[in-house]
């Protein structure tokens, strides 16, 4: 499996980069390959390598002591994760687990190595900055939804943005198929599986959706923009 410098150029850190640090960055970069399930890197680990995604799809989570999960974003082809030791440097650690949501494959690339590369190449420093905004950007969007929205509401926006993200237009029938679980979305909405479960089955027979095993196809996106409005 080979990659040129135009297909690492979709990466938002190395959009601005020249054609000679690309064919280096691809040089000195691996290929892993993870089976649906399965962990790139788990919370606390050293974080010894960052990760561009080539394919598939990958949550990052973060636990608490007591075993309870919080899913911070997902992961879409093109988008680095796990970077925090190519900024922060040695010692690092990961803050959060990359699961696997389907089979997936990304090239790894020593966290060393991109911080040695950073002391001569400011574009680097600008764009990680510029991806750690829209980060600390979505994040803030979460967390006013948290405090001021319904779960009903939280639920709709969350569903929303995973299609723009990541939806696919199905070809059998009609609407819009999301690979997520309902333990997925609860995760990502701060909510309990049986809330979860309870409202998508009252959508489902609203014929707003449709659920499936690990899937939701969303049947009717303009009723999902009237709750997350709370028109509804």
């Known amino acids: ?24 960055i691809l040089e000195n970069s691996i290929v892993r390959t993870i089976e649906e399930g399965s962990f790139f890197f788990l919370q606390g680990d ?5 990760y561009v995604l080539t394919s598939g ?32 440097g040695p010692g690092a650690t990961y803050p959060a687990t990359a699961q696997a949501l389907e089979n997936s494959t990304s090239l790894a690339l020593a966290s060393s190595f991109l911080y040695s590369m950073m002391k001569t190449r400011p574009y680097l420093s600008f764009d990680l900055m510029n991806l750690m905004t829209m980060y600390i950007q979505e994040m803030q969007a979460r967390y006013r939804e948290l405090a ?23 070809t059998g029938e009609a609407g819009i198929e999301l690979t997520f679980s309902r333990q997925d979305v609860a995760e990502m909405t701060g909510s309990t599986l049986y809330t979860i479960s309870r409202l998508l089955s009252e959508w489902e027979r609203k014929g707003i959706i449709k659920t499936g095993r690990e899937k939701i196809r969303i049947l009717k996106p303009h009723d999902l923009v ?7």
Do not use: C
């Open 57 to 88: 799809q990958v949550k990052l989570m973060q636990s608490n002591p007591n075993g309870q999960q919080v899913n911070l974003r997902t992961i879409y082809p093109w988008q680095m994760f796990g970077a925090l030791g190519a900024t922060r």
């Open 148 to 170: 001021t929205e319904r779960v009903e509401q939280r639920v709709a926006n969350a569903l929303i943005r995973l299609a723009g993200q990541s939806g696919i237009k199905s």
């Open 1 to 24: 499996m080979s990659f040129s410098p135009e297909d690492l150029r979709q990466v938002v850190v190395f959009q601005n980069a020249p054609d000679d640090d690309l064919v280096l």
């Open 46 to 50: 050293e974080a010894s390598h960052l």
């Open 226 to 232: 009237r709750i997350a409005d709370g028109a509804e």
